[in-house]
Structure formats: structure tokens, C-alpha cells
């Protein structure tokens, strides 16, 4: 039940976001946007970090000063894998009009989904790593701390359903069907999730490798997509405070939940 709930709760975050285009009559204010960027920013690098990089080099602890490699391996496989992504998936970033990718024939609004998915993918991968890591009983990797992962994701998709229904509703669509794709956008999350969890028993061996790539990939998203969403035009010092407030909410929570299933086990 933890796990079905911990893989649907990123879904759910996305979806309230996107549901605020039933609220807000007129597109999100660049203030407002480049804080949620900046927020989203810091829950994710907390999350890599905390949650997958640092529980990657506890695994390989044994090796002593080589604990680093599978961690440093993995994750620049995850920012190569995104990267290679990228450049064969057709897409478009909010707030730009330059696609992105090989050319295509597909609208705009089919286009921003997609480059919605390719920063989803990550997401959901973490979620279902962890998840994966604290079934095997992985060191440093609890039930909690996994559902932490996923709620802090969550928290940050709520920011991101709005950034994402909004413009699709400025783009001429119904509130409905802004609504639906930005909710759709993170569907690849909980699917993404649930295949790491079935292909655990085949993992383990990996799964080092494959916490420090799902870091890799996230970090890729907050350089390439994130921070200069956030950071250019006015106001960018409100990206900065937002990612501190998400960088330490995440933090916090890693920590928090882990330190709570330490006491509860004991």
C-alpha cells in the first residue's frame, strides 16, 4: 500500500497544480513563476543529494575511498542519458518559441508536453529507485525517507502543474484541456516508478549506479531547464530564495523521516 501510495502522490502533486487554471484568470506573474522555478530547483537538488547520491556511497562503503565511483559512474550516465534525450526528442520550453530537438510537425501545446515528460522522467525514476532500495533494505534507505522522496517531488510539482497549465491556457485551450495535459505531463512519473520497482530483483546489483543516475538526470533538469528559466529578466534573487526554502523543505524531510523510522525500529 506504501508503495502505490508513494508512486501515485508525485501524480497527485502535479494535478493540484494544474488545477489552479480553473482558479486564476490570467497567466502566472513572472514574480510568482520564477520563485516556483527556483523552489522546484532546490527540492530536487536536496533530494539527489540526500536521497540518492549520499545512500549511493553508503552502499559501496566496503570499497573505502572507491565508494565514490559507482556514484560518480551513475550519475554522469544520468546527465549523458537526458542529454541524448534531448537532443532526439522533438520539444519546446515555456517561455520560448525556438523548438528544441529534430524538426517535427507537432504542435506547439504537443511539444511543451513533451519537454514536460522528458523533465518528469526523472522525477519518477527517483521515486521508484529509492522505493526499490528500501524493500532490498538498503542502508540509509527507510519506507519513510522513500515516502519523503516522494512527497518532497510532489510539493514541487505542484508549482510545476500550474507553470505548465497556465501557459497551455494562454495558448488558446479550454480550462479543461489545460488542465488535462498538465496533469497528463506527470504521468510519466508514477510509470516511470513502478518499471525500477519491477525490475528490482534485477537491479540490486546496480542500484548504486542506478540512485546516482536518477540523481544525474534530475541534476540535468535543474541546470539545463530550472535555473535559467529562473534566473533570467527581473526578480531573479526571488529563484534564489525560493530554491533555499526548497533545498532545506527537502533536506529536512530526508532527514526528519529518517531519523523517525531509526527511533520507531528500535
Not at 66 to 85: E, Q, T
Not at 95 to 118: F, Q
Not at 184 to 198: R, T
Request: glycine share 12%.
Amino acid at each position: 500500500m506504501a508503495l502505490i501510495l508513494g508512486l501515485l502522490i508525485p501524480l497527485l502533486g502535479t494535478m493540484l497544480g494544474a488545477a489552479f487554471v480553473f482558479f486564476m484568470k490570467d497567466g502566472m506573474l513572472p514574480r510568482v513563476q520564477k520563485s516556483l522555478l527556483g523552489f522546484a530547483s532546490g527540492v530536487m537538488v536536496a533530494a539527489s543529494v540526500w536521497s540518492l547520491l549520499i545512500p549511493a556511497m553508503e552502499m559501496e562503503e566496503v570499497r573505502g575511498a572507491w565508494s565514490v565511483l559507482p556514484a560518480a559512474v551513475g550519475f554522469l550516465m544520468g546527465i549523458g542519458f537526458l542529454l541524448v534525450l534531448d537532443e532526439l526528442t522533438p520539444h519546446l520550453h515555456i517561455g520560448t518559441d525556438k523548438p528544441e530537438g529534430p524538426r517535427s510537425h507537432l504542435s506547439r501545446t504537443a511539444m511543451l508536453a513533451l519537454a514536460v515528460t522528458i523533465h518528469n522522467l526523472p522525477e519518477g525514476m527517483a521515486v521508484g529507485v529509492v522505493f526499490a532500495g528500501a524493500e532490498g533494505g538498503v542502508a540509509g534507505l527507510t519506507l519513510a525517507s522513500a515516502l519523503a522522496v516522494s512527497i518532497g517531488i510532489a510539493i514541487q510539482n505542484v508549482p510545476e502543474g500550474a507553470i505548465i497549465s497556465m501557459p497551455m491556457r494562454a495558448e488558446g485551450n479550454s480550462k479543461w484541456r489545460s488542465f488535462l495535459i498538465g496533469s497528463l505531463s506527470g504521468a510519466v512519473e508514477p510509470l516511470g516508478g513502478l518499471a525500477v520497482v519491477l525490475l528490482a530483483s534485477l537491479i540490486t546489483p546496480v542500484l548504486p549506479y542506478m540512485l546516482a543516475f536518477a540523481a544525474g538526470a534530475m541534476f540535468y533538469v535543474v541546470v539545463e531547464e530550472l535555473i535559467p528559466e529562473a534566473s533570467e529578466g527581473e526578480h531573479s534573487n526571488l529563484s534564489t530564495i525560493g530554491f533555499a526554502v526548497g533545498f532545506v523543505l527537502m533536506m529536512v524531510l530526508d532527514v526528519v523521516a529518517g531519523q523517525a523510522s531509526s527511533t520507531l525500529a528500535c
